[in-house]
């Protein structure tokens, strides 16, 4: 009997034991993968998201989490193991209980189930700290009368330890981003403000000494014309921009949307042709559509601003007598829309950095005005506004392809 008893109380022992083991072994993993997991999370949202997940396989209960945003707390989210009778703990219980997370976010202590502070509730909430401050609030659920074991208490605390890291380091990143958007945005002020002060001077002397000399009537009527017309040109050149300028302005504000709605690609096009025809200096300018109905959705001036520059770059970059071709022809679901020339074309270099802000390249333009390089990076920004893609390639034998892709409205749509 003694031989029988001490052997069932061994037994017993090991097998309570190879338990505890299992657990704590159980737990080291989920902490070890939750350490792991939240060094490869991309942002906040994943951050929370892991946490909350390994929590749940931590404890075995309903977890909510705060996220703290703008300081104050968030919108919270709710995580239930499988099984779980969702009517014990509704949204109700959450709002209800919302004034105790508030309390420990603001205080940065505990509070809650197990606690002096707010025993009745139904979440034990707990602060997820950072440094200095206080990232989310994180509430386990525990029932009444029911205590969370010292072992679990520790691993909780040291998976939201782990949390608060990754959080800090989410905050530092996003910190050091906004850093450097403010830096480029900084450096874009100053190449722009360095370029339109540096090219507005030729065109704004231009106008400045031609008015100067006709006020003073110094000139015969043959010169006269031809100063007449160099002041609309220079005129024409700062209006194009002032309307660039604006644009890319409106382009890059995300509050502002676009408002598109299915349109004619032929009318499109015949506007911006009527727009540039005037400016040809001894250009030919060809349009090819070979569907007069085929539509796309579009915001149209922005689309007419497009072909209106592709153009211009054309008639500036290529000799008297090149011909530019404007065409449209539908693919699948998109329509495509090209401006061609048979100029100089574009060197392998420059192709990697037409569409940038700023760019401008070494060649001389057949009006020997250097331009600021909005043009194209404009084109790019307004394309891919419309969820669009611009590309430049060759023109066979020689010039160049500006191609770019808009959503086609199919007929069923107008029906």
Excluded at 22 to 38: F, G
Excluded at 68 to 96: A, H, W
Aim: hydrophobic share 40%; proline share 2%.
């Amino acid at each position: 009997f003694l031989a029988a008893f001490l052997t069932s109380s061994l037994t017993a022992r090991i097998k309570k034991d190879a338990e505890y083991n299992a657990k704590k072994a159980y737990r080291t993993e989920i902490l070890l993968t939750a350490s792991r997991n939240l060094q490869h999370a991309e942002n906040r949202e994943e951050v929370l998201g892991e946490t909350a997940s390994q929590i749940l396989k931590l404890m075995s209960r309903p977890v909510i989490l705060y996220p703290v945003m703008d300081n104050c707390l968030g919108k919270p989210f709710i995580k239930y193991p499988q099984e779980y009778d969702r009517t014990e703990i509704s949204e109700d219980v959450c709002q209800r209980e919302r004034a105790v997370a508030e309390q420990v976010y603001r205080n940065n202590e505990q509070a809650g189930a197990t606690t002096k502070i707010s025993p009745d509730a139904c979440f034990w909430y707990l602060a997820v700290r950072g440094n200095d401050s206080v990232h989310a609030v994180a509430g386990v659920a525990v029932k009444k009368g029911h205590r969370v074991n010292e072992s679990e208490r520790d691993y909780l605390l040291a998976l939201l330890g782990e949390c608060g890291i990754a959080m800090e380091k989410q905050e530092l990143r996003e910190n050091q981003i906004k850093l450097a958007v403010e830096a480029q945005r900084e450096k874009m002020k100053a190449d722009l403000l360095r370029a339109i002060s540096h090219d507005l001077r030729t065109p704004l002397t231009s106008i400045s000494g031609n008015a100067e000399l006709l006020m003073k009537n110094m000139i015969g009527e043959d010169r006269k014309n031809k100063i007449y017309g160099d002041i609309y040109d220079d005129s024409i050149w700062l209006i194009d921009l002032v309307e660039n300028l604006l644009s890319i302005t409106r382009i890059d504000n995300e509050a502002v949307g676009l408002k598109l709605k299915p349109e004619l690609i032929a009318d499109v096009i015949d506007e911006a042709v009527s727009h540039s025809v005037n400016r040809m200096h001894g250009h030919e300018l060809k349009v090819e559509v070979n569907d007069e109905l085929l539509e796309a959705k579009v915001e149209t001036g922005l689309i007419v601003q497009v072909l209106v520059n592709l153009i211009d770059n054309a008639v500036k970059y290529t000799p008297e007598g090149s011909t530019i071709t404007v065409s449209a022809t539908s693919s699948g679901d998109d329509v495509l829309v090209s401006v061609a020339d048979n100029g100089p074309g574009i060197n392998e270099d420059a192709k990697q950095h037409v569409f940038e802000m700023f760019y401008t390249s070494g060649e001389m333009r057949s009006d020997a005005r250097r331009g600021l390089g909005l043009g194209l990076a404009l084109c790019r920004s307004i394309i891919y506004a419309h969820g669009g893609n611009i590309s430049v390639s060759d023109n066979m034998p020689h010039g160049a392809v500006f191609t770019f892709n808009l959503k086609r409205v199919e007929e069923t749509e107008n029906e």
